[in-house]
């Protein structure tokens, strides 16, 4: 029994501490404000390796989703006396809300947040962190400035990316498969659209990136050991940014809506 | 001058140095040597304020640098320049950015002096025509020179080198160390090298301490410390158990 409550204590003091480190490491960001215009050109690599290079499996990821939604909301719908057009409601609601945001998320957690654990984490555990430092570089205003830089542009990009192939998978699959035509559909889009929806969806997207971008940062930049370090950093990212999102997707939901 | 008094550094609990204390004067060449997992690359790291101590005080130049700000800690790193054990090169620069990133954010030098700064840098470490190769592209012994003229291209007044012959062929380690000696005499510098090659104490040094569980056991010129009839540092210098 006093094992396990031993084992707790550490693991309790062990989060608290991991905590406070993220926290100052997201506070050091700003001491070498100054600094911040020499990292510009690294900020515009890191919104094509976080943002360009991400539009494909956003593209793919939701518009199958879009079209995955819609189907199910034909099926839920089939023995009813609801209007078809419902269909294109559910879908550009459920898009906007929850699925544009948290799939390409969840999706971008593994391809951005392993990238950037990897890539901190091997820098740390070379020693390129500490050359960074010794000489006279900060070496977060170097590396985890430029990351969330890219990051607050690019995710709302991506976020509208994918509502735009969403709900345009959702329309393919609707007249595909259900026998709703465009102008139904997007009768049913107009009707429950709401323009506070579509910015919700869009806060929500750059919370989740600020999220997963931090907190692979904050992995990679305190790995430690060697390569299996940085696997572990790399898997702790993933699993962390993906937990994180769903925390703050309940959180957003009750603050915002 | 460097200082260092009664230092202190535990890491998870365990002492990894333990009340040490020595002085470095400019011009001189320090070596630091001991078993491997003694804290040596611990100790170089608190020159620079990299590590911090527990407890003590790190004083160079009249600063204590365990007690300055980040800011100021960044100051006075731009005296003072690492080579690291395996280069430490930024995998995704070329040779030429790699010491450029220092050229650009350390001096005030123009474009064409920066150029040129990197090619003479080079140069002294003999190297040419590697400035557009990626750190990948080149050989281990290539990255710690490049390593070394990324260090003495920003013109600093002390350099720490971390294992700087490990790895190396024994030719290799001979040029290796003919280096550290033309960048010594050339520039002028206050040399601190972690090693455990006895060629470089006995060639480069003119300052030797040496590190066993967490404490200072000699500090002295190499030829005291060749002389000196302690069976553990006569066991470290033959390589063989002389009981």
């Given amino acids: 029994m006093i094992k396990i409550l031993k084992f707790l204590a550490t693991r309790i003091v062990s989060l608290f501490e991991s905590f406070g480190r993220y926290s100052m490491l997201i506070m050091n960001i700003f001491r070498s404000y100054s600094s911040w215009g020499l990292y510009i050109n690294n900020a515009i690599d890191q919104m094509i390796l976080i943002g360009t290079k991400s539009i494909p499996i956003v593209i793919l990821t939701s518009f199958f989703t879009g079209m995955v939604s819609s189907v199910q909301a034909g099926y839920q719908m089939e023995s009813t006396i609801t209007p078809k057009w419902i269909v294109g409601s559910l879908v550009g609601e459920t898009m906007l809300l929850e699925l544009a945001p948290v799939i390409t998320s969840l999706v971008l957690a593994g391809k951005i947040g392993a990238t950037i654990a990897a890539e901190i984490g091997t820098m740390r555990v070379t020693e390129q962190i500490d050359a960074l430092e010794s000489l006279s570089l900060d070496p977060i205003a170097y590396l985890v400035f430029p990351r969330m830089l890219a990051t607050l542009v690019m995710f709302p990009v991506l976020i509208i990316i994918a509502n735009i192939f969403g709900i345009s998978g959702g329309i393919i699959a609707a007249m595909t498969s259900l026998d709703v035509d465009a102008y139904q559909f997007l009768k049913g889009l107009k009707t429950w659209f709401k323009p506070w929806d579509a910015w919700y969806g869009i806060i929500k997207g750059l919370s989740f990136g600020l999220a997963i971008t931090s907190i692979s940062c904050y992995f990679g930049f305190y790995t430690k050991g060697g390569a299996a370090g940085v696997g572990r950093a790399t898997t702790s990212s993933v699993v962390s940014s993906c937990i994180a999102i769903m925390i703050l997707d309940y959180v957003l939901a009750s603050l915002l809506l | ?243």
């Fill in chain 2, 1 to 243: 001058m460097i200082l260092i008094e009664n230092i202190s550094k535990v890491f998870s609990s365990k002492t990894i140095l333990d009340n040490i204390s020595l002085k470095v004067k400019k011009g001189e060449s320090l070596a630091i040597i001991g078993q491997s997992g003694v804290g040596k690359s611990v100790l170089l790291k608190h020159f620079n304020g990299l590590i911090i101590p527990n407890k003590g005080k790190i004083i160079i130049d009249n600063k204590i640098i365990n007690k300055l700000s980040f800011i100021d800690l960044q100051n006075i790193r731009k005296n003072m320049s690492m080579v690291f054990q395996f280069g430490a090169l930024f995998d995704s620069l070329t040779i030429h950015d790699n010491i450029m990133i220092a050229l650009d954010h350390l001096t005030n030098l123009s474009k064409i002096e920066k150029e040129e700064r990197i090619t003479d840098s080079l140069l002294e470490v003999n190297l040419k025509d590697i400035e557009s190769l990626y750190p990948n592209d080149i050989s281990g012994g290539m990255k710690k020179r490049v390593g070394i003229a990324r260090a003495i291209a920003i013109k600093p007044e002390y350099i720490l080198y971390d294992e700087p012959t490990t790895g190396l062929d024994p030719i290799t380690t001979d040029k290796m160390i003919n280096l550290m000696k033309k960048v010594r005499e050339n520039k002028k510098l206050t040399s601190i090298v972690v090693t455990h090659e006895m060629k470089i104490v006995n060639e480069f040094a003119n300052q030797v301490i040496m590190l066993n569980e967490g404490n200072i056991i000699f500090d002295g010129s190499p030829e005291e410390l060749n002389s000196s009839n302690d069976k553990y540092i006569k066991y470290f210098i033959l390589g063989k158990d002389i009981n």
